[in-house]
C-alpha cells in the first residue's frame, strides 16, 4: 500500500518554462490537496478537489492549475513558472472532510531559476 | 492567512525531558490536529482532538484544547531523539472542512542526546 506518491521528487525549472506535479493515491480517497510550504510560512493550500472531475481554488492558485480526471490522481501544473514558484509541494488526501486526517506524500521540491 | 499559530517557534531540550508546545487558533473549529514533519519528509498525522473534547492522550502525546481560549498544546513526555522533528497544529472549519486543514507555521523541536 503505497499511500500518496508524488512525482518528480526534485525539479529544476527556468523562468517561464511549464511542467506538471503528478500525485496519485491509492486509498480510494475522496478529498485531494496540493499546498505549498516555503520557509517560514508552514503550509498554504493552492488547490484542492473534492472528487473526480472537481477542483477548487484555495488560498494561493495565482499561476497554478490542476486537474483530476481520475479520482485517484490529482495533477498540479504551472504554465509559465516563476522564481516566487520555487517551494516544496505537498499533495495530501483524505477519505472524510470533517474529521479526516491528512495523509500526505513526500513531497516535490521545485526551484525556478 | 494562517489560522493556527504555534508556540515556541523552536525548541531544544535534553533526551528524557518533556517537551510541550503551543498552538493558538482565531476563529472556531471543528476538530484539530497535529502532525510532525521530519527533515526533508512529509508530514505524518499525530493526533486529532474533536471540538468537545478537553483532552486526549496517545502513547507519549498528550493533547489538550480550550476552546475558550482558542489554543491547544501538545506534550511529548520522555522524549526521545527520534522525536527531532517539527511539529504543526493544523484546524478545520466548522461546517465541515472540504478545502482542506490550516496549518500553522511548526515548531522545530530538537532533542539533544
Known amino acids: 500500500n503505497a499511500g500518496v506518491t508524488q512525482t518528480p521528487k526534485f525539479r529544476v525549472l527556468k523562468t517561464g518554462q511549464s511542467m506538471t506535479l503528478l500525485c496519485a493515491q491509492d486509498?480510494?480517497?475522496?478529498?485531494m490537496y496540493w499546498y505549498r510550504q516555503d520557509p517560514g510560512m508552514g503550509l498554504r493550500l493552492i488547490h484542492y478537489?473534492?472528487?473526480?472531475?472537481?477542483?477548487a481554488k484555495g488560498e494561493v492558485p495565482d499561476g497554478y492549475n490542476v486537474s483530476r480526471l481520475k479520482k485517484q490522481n490529482f495533477l498540479l501544473g504551472l504554465e509559465s513558472a516563476a522564481p516566487s514558484q520555487t517551494s516544496v509541494y505537498f499533495c495530501a488526501s483524505r477519505l472524510e472532510s470533517y474529521t479526516g486526517e491528512l495523509f500526505f506524500g513526500e513531497g516535490s521540491r521545485l526551484t525556478v531559476l | 492567512s494562517q489560522q493556527g499559530e504555534e508556540d515556541p517557534q523552536a525548541l531544544s531540550i535534553q533526551e528524557g525531558e518533556n517537551a510541550t508546545m503551543n498552538c493558538s487558533y482565531k476563529t472556531s473549529i471543528n476538530n484539530l490536529q497535529w502532525y510532525r514533519q521530519n527533515s526533508g519528509r512529509g508530514l505524518v498525522h499525530l493526533i486529532l482532538i474533536r471540538s468537545n473534547e478537553r483532552e486526549k492522550h496517545s502513547g507519549r502525546l498528550r493533547v489538550t484544547l480550550d476552546t475558550s481560549k482558542k489554543s491547544s498544546s501538545l506534550l511529548i513526555t520522555a522524549s526521545r531523539a527520534a522525536d527531532t522533528a517539527s511539529y504543526f497544529c493544523a484546524t478545520d472549519a466548522p461546517g465541515g472542512g472540504a478545502d482542506g486543514l490550516t496549518f500553522g507555521k511548526g515548531t522545530h523541536l530538537i532533542i539533544q542526546p
Open positions: 478537489s473534492v472528487g473526480e472531475g472537481t477542483t
Open positions: 486509498m480510494n480517497h475522496e478529498y
